[in-house]
């Protein structure tokens, strides 16, 4: 299984844009799904977007058309480039791996320790 890191949070004020960055200790050519979640302070964590092998995404209401996720194989990396930041994205980021499209309940991966995303209004 491999681990996983993320970085790239910090802190913005609102309208702004940060590059999420989360690297793989391994290949991660042949898992199925890759995805970010967030979890904000006295929340649970959601899912904010997905994508498999190909180019089938998913996103989170909140975040359709401000959100882009992205998975480049070759460099065993998944990002998530956000624009238009609202304070209400403030939370910590987490990258993880699912075996199953549609099993947001069920990632299959460990998480890692997030990266922080602090969005000032």
């Known amino acids: 299984q491999v681990q996983l890191v993320e970085s790239g949070g910090g802190w913005v004020q609102a309208g702004g844009s940060l590059r999420l960055s989360c690297a793989a200790s391994?290949?991660?050519?042949?898992?199925?799904?890759m995805a970010w979640y967030r979890q904000a302070p006295g929340k649970q964590r959601e899912l904010v977007a997905a994508?498999?092998?190909?180019?089938?995404?998913k996103y989170a209401d909140s975040v359709k058309g401000r959100f882009a996720i992205s998975r480049d194989n070759a460099k065993n990396a998944v990002y998530l480039q956000m624009t238009a930041l609202k304070a209400e994205d403030t939370a910590v980021y987490y990258c993880?791996?699912?075996?199953?499209?549609?099993?947001?309940?069920?990632?299959?991966?460990?998480w890692g320790q997030g990266t922080q995303v602090t969005v000032s209004s």
């Open positions: 993880n791996q699912l075996r199953i499209w549609g099993d947001w309940d069920k990632p299959s991966g460990s």
């Open positions: 391994g290949s991660i050519f042949s898992i199925p799904v």
């Open positions: 994508v498999t092998r190909g180019v089938t995404s």
